[in-house]
C-alpha cells in the first residue's frame, strides 16, 4: 500500500491550493483519511481528518479555511487550502488510518511522503 500525494508548492499570502492524495496497492478499505503538517521546528500536528462515512474535523488554526474530502471507490483524499496565510507553510503529509488489505486482516496506519507548501508574506 503506497500513498501519493500531490499539489503542493508556493503560493503568496491569501492564495489557494489543492493537494491531493491517492492510495494504492491492495487495498480492501480504509479508515480515517486525513493530512497533517509539520513546519519546521515543530512537531507534526493534524490539519483536517475525514472517516470513511465523511465525517470532518479541522485544526482551529485552518476552520473556516480548509476543505478536507473523500472520494472513498478511489480511495483519494483532497484538501483545498483557502485564504492561506504564511503560518501555514510546512510539509503537508497525508494519512491512510486503519487500511485493511483484506477482510479481516489487521489493518495499518500508512503515511505519504509529504509535499511542501510554502506561503509567502
Known amino acids: 500500500v503506497q500513498l501519493q500525494a500531490s499539489g503542493g508548492g508556493l503560493v503568496q499570502s491569501g492564495g489557494s491550493l489543492s493537494l491531493s492524495c491517492a492510495a494504492s496497492?491492495?487495498?480492501?478499505?480504509?479508515?480515517?483519511m486525513g493530512w497533517y503538517r509539520q513546519a519546521p521546528g515543530k512537531q507534526r500536528e493534524l490539519v483536517a481528518i475525514?472517516?470513511?462515512?465523511?465525517?470532518?474535523n479541522y485544526a482551529a488554526s485552518v476552520k473556516g479555511r480548509f476543505t478536507i474530502s473523500r472520494d472513498n471507490a478511489k480511495n483519494t483524499v483532497w484538501l483545498q487550502m483557502n485564504s492561506l496565510k504564511p503560518e501555514d507553510t510546512a510539509v503537508y503529509y497525508c494519512?491512510?488510518?486503519?487500511?485493511?488489505?483484506?477482510?479481516?486482516?489487521?489493518?495499518?496506519?500508512?503515511w505519504g511522503q509529504g509535499t511542501l507548501v510554502t506561503v509567502s508574506s
Open positions: 494519512y491512510g488510518g486503519s487500511v485493511e488489505i483484506g477482510p479481516g486482516v489487521e489493518p495499518y496506519d500508512y
Open positions: 496497492g491492495s487495498i480492501y478499505s480504509i479508515g480515517d
Open positions: 475525514i472517516t470513511a462515512s465523511k465525517n470532518k
